[in-house]
């Protein structure tokens, strides 16, 4: 069974940080890039980061370059999203999601297969 969880969330205020870690299982990890998402409440669902198969090839949405790191550990199956310097329209609720793809990455989730349920991010000025 594939499964994405992913955990981290909460409540912080504005500045603070939080790291969102996504555990992958029931697929090849090594073969998927991962991605992580946030939808906030009647917006759509939008990229913020993702990580290739062999993490040599990063992405970022402008609205987090230079705030928020994707690293992965390919040997726990794991990605993990570092978010500093937070602000409250950081908050939504992320996902992270798996798509097969060697060497590469991308941030339009249409292409992703495999999608975690979510964990609430919410920033408070």
């Known amino acids: 069974e594939v499964q994405l969880v992913e955990s981290g969330g909460g409540l912080v205020q504005t500045g603070g940080s939080l790291r969102l870690p996504c555990v992958a299982s029931g697929f090849t990890f090594d073969d998927h890039a991962i991605g992580w998402f946030r939808q906030a409440p009647g917006k759509e669902r939008e990229g913020v980061s993702c990580?290739?198969?062999?993490?040599?090839?990063?992405d970022y949405a402008d609205s987090v370059k230079g705030r928020f790191t994707i690293s992965s550990d390919n040997a726990k199956n794991t990605v993990y999203l570092q978010m500093n310097s937070l602000k409250p329209e950081d908050t939504a609720v992320y996902y992270c999601?798996?798509?097969?793809?060697?060497?590469?990455?991308?941030?339009?989730?249409?292409?992703?297969?495999?999608w975690g349920q979510g964990t609430q991010v919410t920033v408070s000025s």
């Open positions: 999601a798996a798509e097969f793809a060697l060497n590469a990455c991308t941030l339009t989730p249409g292409f992703y297969d495999y």
């Open positions: 990580i290739s198969s062999s993490g040599g090839s990063t």
